[in-house]
């Protein structure tokens, strides 16, 4: 079956660096976009950063864009978000995510999520 396992959460400091990863298995890895999103109490759930191919461009949200980097390696299934200079306000939980489509349906695969607390 499909699992999407996320880890490398934690508590760190600001100013301090984490890197989360996502272990993926039970469907065609390469053929998917992955993607990193989070989500605090109360709000949505919000995309931090995606890539589609491991040379491709990746795309981030405006608040992470040049601390957070995504990376993904086709080869041992999995994606990686290396964060960067974190803030209070990355706290969250941090999803990954693997989307694709064919003329039949979307696929849409979430993990279980992992806690990343910034905080002195």
């Known amino acids: 079956q499909v699992q999407l396992v996320e880890s490398g959460g934690g508590l760190v400091q600001p100013g301090g660096s984490l890197r989360l990863s996502c272990a993926a298995s039970?469907?065609?890895?390469?053929?998917?976009?992955m993607s990193w999103y989070r989500q605090t109490p109360g709000k949505q759930r919000e995309l931090v950063a995606s890539?589609?191919?491991?040379?491709?461009?990746?795309n981030y949200a405006d608040s992470t864009e040049g601390r957070f980097t995504i990376s993904r390696d086709n080869s041992k299934n999995t994606v990686s978000l290396q964060m960067n200079s974190l803030k209070p306000e990355d706290t969250a939980v941090y999803y990954c995510?693997?989307?694709?489509?064919?003329?039949?349906?979307?696929?849409?695969?979430w993990g279980q999520g992992t806690q990343v607390t910034v905080s002195s």
């Open positions: 995510n693997a989307w694709s489509s064919d003329y039949e349906r979307q696929y849409d695969y």
């Open positions: 039970g469907f065609a890895f390469a053929d998917y976009a």
């Open positions: 890539i589609v191919s491991p040379g491709g461009e990746p």
